[in-house]
């Protein structure tokens, strides 16, 4: 159960790729899942509720199974015996002629792995350090001490499994095309996009300086749109509105008295106004964009604009930066919470973001924006 390659002559068929994470987990697995689907009849993405969207803006990707996973949704439903068989079901109506389980260094393949094997699965790949019995057929083993960007190590696992990227791929991280006209949304494109929304508290910059940093882009002359999911209205509209000289949305977020203008006509709230590949286009449109660790911004790497990144140190930045753009990594990267995967900051004041100002923000965005004739 060690790498053993596919003959590169043979026939893979359909082949079944897992990563039922969020979405941005499922936007950094898409150059390996165009390896995969450079050489098979069809490719079926098994994802979480989380990440099913941008799986479907992938491509590659015929069609998308979802499930949760227990042992990695944030929500974790219970292990039950018709919540496993609805998984088996749909993947024995799949018929997958293998499977590549794709994780992160923290995560094991092996629960998978097992429910794959009774689904009948006859192939399943996957990284794993841990001994995996029958439960592999190709066991990639990885030196997980050694930061590596994720798209690369799910690279690394389909080229194990025998696949690779045809040629003239660049292995950047894409999505389907076309995407929707959203001039109607967003305006004419070389704006600069900002999404304070995050999946776990302990990624977040304050909602002070993301209020202070629009003001401060809308000063120097840039049009900002903030972005938002629609469990984010709240924060974009207290964000947009406090930018704007407003009461500031619910929070109550008032102007900081800063001696920075207000910006009424400058700042577009776009909070879940926005599905998946419109946000996709208000992103392409951009000349940069502002996010923490979270999905969009990996989004925003998929159409090619650059990133400044407000990235907590709880996971690796070298792992899960925005990938393959232009980008400025802001933020304590050797924080007290480094590495704890936390998803609620365990530090009080939550000093690795809560340190960056918002002029060293303006300031990288004005290091990476691109005109938007280049960003196209």
Same mark, same amino acid.
Do not use: K
């Given at each position: 159960?060690?790498?053993?390659? +596919? @003959?590169?002559?043979?026939?893979?068929?359909?082949?079944? !790729?897992?990563? *039922?994470?969020?979405?941005?987990?499922?936007?950094?697995?898409?150059?390996?899942?165009?390896?995969?689907?450079?050489?098979?009849?069809?490719?079926?993405?098994?994802?979480?509720? $989380? %990440?099913?969207?941008?799986?479907? +803006?992938?491509?590659?990707? #015929?069609?998308?199974?979802?499930?949760?996973?227990?042992?990695?949704?944030?929500?974790? *439903?219970?292990?039950?015996?018709?919540? !496993?068989?609805?998984?088996?079901?749909?993947?024995?109506?799949?018929?997958?002629?293998?499977?590549?389980?794709?994780?992160?260094?923290?995560?094991?393949?092996?629960?998978?792995?097992?429910?794959?094997?009774?689904?009948?699965?006859?192939?399943?790949?996957?990284?794993?350090n841990d001994y995996p019995g029958s439960l592999l057929d190709v066991r990639h083993v990885v030196d997980e001490d050694v930061d590596v960007p994720e798209t690369e190590r799910? +690279?690394?696992l389909v080229r194990a499994a025998g696949f690779d990227l045809p040629a003239g791929d660049d292995g950047r991280l894409a999505v389907r095309r076309p995407l929707p006209d959203?001039?109607?949304?967003?305006?004419?494109?070389? $704006?600069?996009? =900002?999404? *304070?929304?995050?999946? /776990?508290?302990?990624?977040?910059?304050?909602? %002070?300086?993301?209020?202070?940093?629009?003001?401060?882009?809308?000063?120097? %002359?840039?049009?900002?749109? =903030?972005?938002?999911?629609? %469990?984010?209205?709240?924060?974009?509209?207290?964000?947009?509105?406090?930018?704007?000289?407003?009461?500031?949305?619910?929070?109550? +977020?008032?102007?900081?008295?800063?001696?920075?203008?207000?910006? *009424?006509?400058?700042?577009? @709230?776009?909070?879940?106004?926005?599905?998946?590949?419109?946000?996709?286009?208000?992103?392409?449109?951009?000349?940069?964009?502002?996010?923490?660790?979270?999905?969009?911004?990996?989004?925003? /790497?998929?159409?090619?604009?650059?990133?400044?990144?407000?990235?907590?140190?709880?996971?690796?930045?070298?792992?899960?930066?925005? $990938?393959?753009?232009?980008?400025?990594?802001?933020? @304590?990267?050797?924080?007290?919470?480094?590495? #704890?995967?936390?998803?609620?900051?365990?530090?009080?004041?939550?000093?690795?973001?809560?340190?960056v100002q918002a002029e060293q923000v303006a300031q990288a965005v004005g290091r990476v924006a691109v005109p938007r004739e280049v960003a196209v």
């Open positions: 159960m060690t790498d053993m390659p +596919l @003959d590169p002559e043979g026939e893979p068929g359909t082949v079944l !790729v897992a990563r *039922p994470d969020n979405a941005g987990d499922v936007l950094l697995a898409g150059p390996a899942i165009r390896a995969v689907a450079a050489r098979a009849r069809e490719v079926v993405l098994l994802a979480g509720p $989380y %990440g099913r969207a941008a799986g479907e +803006l992938l491509p590659g990707v #015929s069609r998308v199974l979802e499930w949760r996973a227990p042992w990695i949704d944030p929500a974790a *439903p219970p292990v039950t015996g018709e919540h !496993v068989a609805r998984l088996i079901d749909e993947v024995r109506r799949t018929a997958p002629d293998q499977a590549l389980i794709f994780t992160s260094f923290h995560q094991s393949a092996l629960p998978l792995a097992l429910l794959l094997r009774l689904a009948g699965v006859p192939r399943i790949c996957a990284i794993s799910m +690279l690394g959203v001039t109607h949304l967003a305006g004419p494109p070389a $704006y600069v996009a =900002v999404h *304070p929304g995050v999946s /776990a508290p302990a990624r977040a910059w304050p909602a %002070g300086h993301w209020a202070r940093l629009v003001r401060l882009l809308a000063a120097r %002359g840039h049009r900002v749109v =903030v972005t938002g999911g629609p %469990g984010e209205r709240a924060l974009t509209a207290e964000i947009a509105g406090a930018a704007a000289g407003g009461p500031g949305g619910p929070g109550g +977020l008032a102007d900081a008295g800063d001696g920075l203008p207000a910006a *009424p006509g400058g700042v577009l @709230d776009l909070g879940g106004r926005t599905g998946l590949a419109e946000l996709a286009a208000v992103l392409e449109g951009a000349c940069a964009v502002v996010a923490a660790n979270t999905g969009p911004a990996h989004l925003a /790497a998929a159409v090619g604009t650059p990133v400044v990144s407000l990235f907590a140190p709880v996971v690796p930045a070298a792992r899960w930066a925005p $990938y393959g753009v232009p980008c400025v990594v802001l933020g @304590d990267q050797h924080a007290p919470c480094r590495g #704890s995967r936390a998803r609620l900051c365990p530090v009080p004041g939550h000093p690795c973001l809560s340190s």
